[in-house]
């Protein structure tokens, strides 16, 4: 899956001369935690809610509330944005621009397409897809196992689940407790819980859970 297929678009961009509560405000509207910074159709930076609320005074201030007004007001979005802003392009692979945000910590990542903004990526979206691989608006019976990394291992667990009329909702792959191992979860359908072990436990080294949901 490529990043232009999950991505939000169009963008919701701000001028860098936003002031910092019109900034909030079109968050708050738009339900969304940061924006790209645009000037004159160039993305020269990015801003967050965090960053704006980290550029307001503190409840331990001592002036009025209208001084307070008058300075936040005076605060524009290119005083507080990121100015060297991490950008992917848009045919990037999905766990690629999951690993980029990991690595950097931010929680978005502008998207460009020869050298304009197309679209936006953030963690909501990576959430998202994660629902989907493990099929989790699905019901069906939910199993975590360690299974052997030895090649053909999930050949026999996919004939496993077939041989007993089952057939696979999600499945995820993930690093076991030893060199020799990987962990397995998955959720099937057409099958119940005790029918979905039997079929399991000559394949795997151990069911470390196994619930319908």
């Not at 991505?7 to 969304?32: A, F, G, N, R, Y």
């Not at 998207?111 to 989790?136: H, P, R, S, Y």
């Not at 052997?148 to 407790?177: M, N, P, Y």
Request: proline letters at 4%.
């Amino acid at each position: 899956m490529l990043v232009k297929r999950r991505m939000s678009t169009p963008v919701i961009t701000v001028p860098p001369e936003m002031s910092l509560p019109d900034c909030l405000k079109l968050m708050k509207q738009e339900h969304i935690r940061r924006a790209p910074v645009v000037e004159n159709g160039r993305l020269i930076g990015i801003v967050s809610d965090k960053d704006l609320l980290n550029a307001s005074p503190s409840d331990a201030t001592s002036l009025s509330v209208w001084e307070i007004s008058y300075l936040v007001n005076k605060i524009k979005v290119k005083d507080v944005m990121t100015k060297e802003v991490l950008t992917i392009q848009e045919n990037m692979p999905i766990e690629e621009a999951a690993r980029i945000m990991v690595d950097n910590k931010v929680g978005g990542l502008p998207v460009m397409k020869n050298g304009e903004l197309v679209g936006l990526i953030t963690e909501t979206d990576l959430f998202k897809i994660l629902l989907e691989l493990m099929g989790a608006r699905d019901q069906g019976v939910r199993v975590t196992a360690v299974a052997s990394d030895a090649v053909g291992t999930l050949a026999k667990l996919s004939h496993a689940i077939a041989s007993g009329g089952g057939s696979f909702l999600a499945f995820g792959e993930f690093s076991g407790d030893a060199a020799s191992n990987r962990i397995v979860t998955f959720k099937v359908r057409h099958m119940d819980e005790t029918a979905v072990r039997v079929a399991l436990e000559p394949v795997v080294e151990k069911i470390i859970d196994i619930r319908t949901v």
